[in-house]
């Protein structure tokens, strides 16, 4: 089995902003990359140089070196091929063209799971189930939220 990454998921390793979030993320690349079976491609290696160093503020030199660690991993080439048939899913399926290439990436890599913050959770494309990893963290805060504006439960 394969898991294809989104670059949402690997942003939420370096997002200081949100710690479940970034908790969550961290784990996930830490099991996916000791396991060796993570899959990103060449489009995830380049929004994620671009979102770390205009978004999360971190140097050239830094994201730079996130994204060679990263990109040692399995990755799906961008070919011209790749892109016709990312842009025609996209278009079928409703998608914005960056998330048709990333289906069609994850497809053509034969991942069973895309983990993305940018589907719904449990769409399926085919073979390929589309997770986000945070539902349950955010599920969980949200009833710790629930309990805490409730109270203590008496006794």
């Not at 396991?35 to 978004?55: F, G, H, N, P, W």
């Not at 730079?64 to 399995?74: C, G, H, M, P, S």
Request: aromatic fraction near 8%; charged fraction near 20%; charge should be negative.
């Amino acid at each position: 089995m394969s898991f294809f990454f989104d670059t949402n998921v690997l942003v939420c390793v370096f997002d200081r902003t949100d710690s479940a979030k970034q908790a969550t993320a961290q784990e996930l690349v830490t099991v996916h990359m000791s396991a060796r079976d993570m899959v990103i491609s060449t489009q995830v290696l380049q929004e994620l140089y671009v979102t770390l160093t205009r978004k999360k503020h971190l140097s050239s030199v830094d994201a730079l070196e996130v994204v060679t660690t990263f990109a040692q991993e399995r990755t799906v080439p961008a070919s011209a091929d790749l892109v016709l048939r990312g842009l025609a899913l996209g278009q079928q399926a409703q998608l914005s063209a960056w998330d048709g290439l990333i289906v069609q990436s994850a497809l053509d890599a034969g991942c069973t799971t895309l983990y993305s913050e940018d589907f719904q959770d449990g769409m399926r494309f085919g073979e390929l189930t589309v997770r986000n990893p945070f539902v349950h963290a955010m599920q969980a805060v949200h009833e710790r939220q629930t309990v805490f504006k409730r109270g203590a439960p008496k006794r």
